[in-house]
Structures are given as C-alpha cells and as structure tokens.
C-alpha cells in the first residue's frame, strides 16, 4: 500500500515562493506516476503537475514557467517547487500517485485516476 505525505504548505505574499514535498512510501516499485492537484475552496480540483516513470512532466497552462516538478534520486520523495505565487494559487495541494503514466497533460485531466492520495498541504498566498 502506498502512502503519500505531503509537507512544506504555508503563507506567503504574492509574488513569494514555497517548495512543496511529497514523501512516498510502500511502493513495491521506486518508480511510480506522480503528480500535484490542488483545490481551492468551491472549485474542482485541477491538475497541476506531473511527473511520469519516464521522467517526463506536463504542467498546467495556469502554473507553466512558475511552477517545477522534480522527483529526488531515490524517487522517494517528489517536489513542486513554486515561484511568483500569486492570490489565485492559494488551494489544498495534495500529492497523488499511479503505477504508471505517460507523464503527458492527460494525465492532469479529471477523468485520470489516480489510486493513492496523500492528505493534503495548505498554500495561501495573500496579495
């Protein structure tokens, strides 16, 4: 069963920059699909940005050039980094995971499932 955990939400002014990571356990192979989904409140979930086995990402149009997946050595522990925050990032962020994808922008859609969610990390950015 694999676990996902997230961490490194928090409050920051726009134009500000927070580094979110997604710590992955149980996993019977190191290589999984993962990805970031985000909600703000009264909004669907949107994707954000995944990384696929290969290593290939995709990100969303919103977050493009702002925003960076990467995955450490050990594909234990996957990051998103996030520069020029603005007002509308703020969401619950939360990690999620597959046994395999592509890595492209389909993998974002809502109709892509995904069997393992971590619980959550808040972003609030203030202007």
């Known amino acids: 069963q694999v676990q996902l955990v997230e961490s490194g939400g928090g409050s920051v002014q726009s134009g500000g920059f927070l580094r979110l990571s997604c710590a992955a356990s149980?996993?019977?192979?190191?290589?999984?699909?993962m990805a970031w989904f985000r909600q703000a409140p009264g909004k669907e979930r949107e994707g954000v940005a995944v990384r696929g086995n290969t290593g290939r990402t995709a990100y969303a149009d919103s977050v493009k050039g702002r925003f960076t997946i990467s995955q450490d050595n050990a594909k234990t522990t996957l990051n998103l980094q996030m520069s020029s925050l603005q007002p509308d990032d703020t969401a619950m962020y939360y990690c999620?995971?597959?046994?395999?994808?592509?890595?492209?922008?389909?993998?974002?859609?809502?109709?892509?499932?995904?069997?393992?969610w971590g619980q959550g990390t808040q972003v609030t950015v203030s202007s």
């Open positions: 999620a995971a597959r046994v395999a994808c592509s890595g492209s922008s389909y993998a974002l859609l809502p109709g892509f499932e995904y069997n393992y």
């Open positions: 149980g996993s019977p192979d190191s290589s999984l699909c």
